[in-house]
Structure formats: structure tokens, C-alpha cells
T-cell receptor
Framework: GAGVSQSPSNKVTEKGKDVELRCDPISGHTALYWYRQSLGQGLEFLIYFQGNSAPDKSGLPSDRFSAERTGGSVSTLTIQRTQQEDSAVYLCASSSRGTVLYEQYFGPGTRLTVT | DAKTTQPNSMESNEEEPVHLPCNHS???????IHWYRQLPSQGPEYVIHGLTSNVNNRMASLAIAEDRKSSTLILHRATLRDAAVYYC??????????????FGKGTMLLVSP
């Protein structure tokens, strides 16, 4: 079956512009996660969705970052007024449930470069 | 989250077994031990997880020490495709009904033909 997909695969943007990153989780997965991976910081958690609500936003680095999920499916991560330190690979993952017993399936990521 | 300690890198030859160690001396009774790996230019993928007993699946085996302060991921016959960064992660089953992944630096496994 289809795995987690993300678009675009690569995004180059100028500093100060807004960007939207999209994640299509595996059908039927209620839990959705966003992570980012940068050279200096490794892989870090950003936000967790259960259905359309986000009970854990603790990893969002600033108020320039926001995310939403609609219909219990597609999620969009928005970064406003991008900065060079936002350059990273943004990874989305989904799982059947959010609990510890369910593995997370990761997408291929979106590589964001802020110039 | 409890912390894990892994070697920065390990090397293996193709078709030989590989034992990847992980120390987690501050593990709590509700922590599950999860392993993920990340192949070059790909997102992480799940490998295996366990709580107290040793576990086997098609990808690997997980050996958990009796005191649970350490564990070992075993790849029975390494292939070139197994070259990846392997992450040992503790996931707490007792907090809020959900659990995210906290990645450390992992172990980079190099496999030689």
C-alpha cells in the first residue's frame, strides 16, 4: 500500500518568505507527527496530531511555525517569515495510534533551503 | 525522556552478524525500548521494539538485559543495505496516552563487502 508522502521534495525560498509543507499520511492512521532534521541539531520532534487536534506542540521552535490537519488526514506545516536557521529536512510520520506500541512510518521528507 | 548511550559508529563485514549496543541505565518501568534506523537520504524506519523479553522479527533481534539497563540490536547477517544510522529510543508508555520519538545521535553502521 501507499506509504507516507510529502511534498514538495525540495523547496528553496528566500529569507522572509512563507512556506507550506504538505504531508499525506497512511490512510486510516489517526496519529501524525512532524519532525525536522538539521545538521547541527539531529532529528527533533515538532508537533503531534491525534485526529485533527494537536495535543502536543511542544517542539515548535517559535510562533513562526504552525501546523494544521484536516479531515483526519492531510497535514500542512507552515513556516512564516523564514530564516536561514529554518533550513533542514522536515519529516512527517504517521501511525495507527499515538501510543508507544504503534510504530511510526516516516515519509521521505521535504528539504527546505532558505537563502 | 530517559537517555540512551550508543557508540558513534561501528563497522561490519557483509554476511557477518552485527551487535549494536545501547545503554539506558535510567530506564523506568514504563519505558519501551525502540530501535529505528535511517538509511542515507531516507526517513527513519522502524526496526523492532521490546519491554522486558527478547524479541525477534524479520529484520532483527532485540536482546534486553535482565536489569533492563542495556539492550543489543542484533542483525544476524549484515548486508550492504543495512548500512545506516541506528537509533535506540526509549518511549514512555505511561504519559498522556501517546508517545513521540526522541532521537539521539545513534550509531552509524558501516558495512564492507
Amino acid at each position: 500500500g501507499a506509504g507516507v508522502s510529502q511534498s514538495p521534495s525540495n523547496k528553496v525560498t528566500e529569507k522572509g518568505k512563507d512556506v507550506e509543507l504538505r504531508c499525506d499520511p497512511i490512510s486510516g492512521h489517526t496519529a501524525l507527527y512532524w519532525y525536522r532534521q538539521s545538521l547541527g541539531q539531529g532529528l527533533e520532534f515538532l508537533i503531534y496530531f491525534q485526529g485533527n487536534s494537536a495535543p502536543d506542540k511542544s517542539g515548535l521552535p517559535s510562533d513562526r511555525f504552525s501546523a494544521e490537519r484536516t479531515g483526519g488526514s492531510v497535514s500542512t506545516l507552515t513556516i512564516q517569515r523564514t530564516q536561514q536557521e529554518d533550513s533542514a529536512v522536515y519529516l512527517c510520520a504517521s501511525s495507527s495510534r499515538g501510543t508507544v506500541l504503534y510504530e511510526q512510518y516516516f515519509g521521505p521528507g521535504t528539504r527546505l533551503t532558505v537563502t | 525522556d530517559a537517555k540512551t548511550t550508543q557508540p558513534n559508529s561501528m563497522e561490519s563485514n557483509e554476511e557477518e552478524p552485527v551487535h549494536l549496543p545501547c545503554n539506558h541505565s535510567t530506564i523506568s518501568g514504563t519505558d519501551y525500548i525502540h530501535w529505528y534506523r535511517q538509511l542515507p537520504s531516507q526517513g527513519p524506519e522502524y526496526v523492532i521494539h521490546g519491554l522486558t523479553s527478547n524479541v525477534n522479527n524479520r529484520m532483527a533481534s532485540l536482546a534486553i538485559a535482565e536489569d533492563r539497563k542495556s539492550s543489543t540490536l542484533i542483525l544476524h547477517r549484515a548486508t550492504l543495505r543495512d548500512a545506516a544510522v541506528y537509533y535506540c529510543i526509549l518511549r514512555d508508555s505511561g504519559v498522556g496516552g501517546y508517545s513521540t520519538l526522541t532521537f539521539g545521535k545513534g550509531t552509524m553502521l558501516l558495512v564492507s563487502p
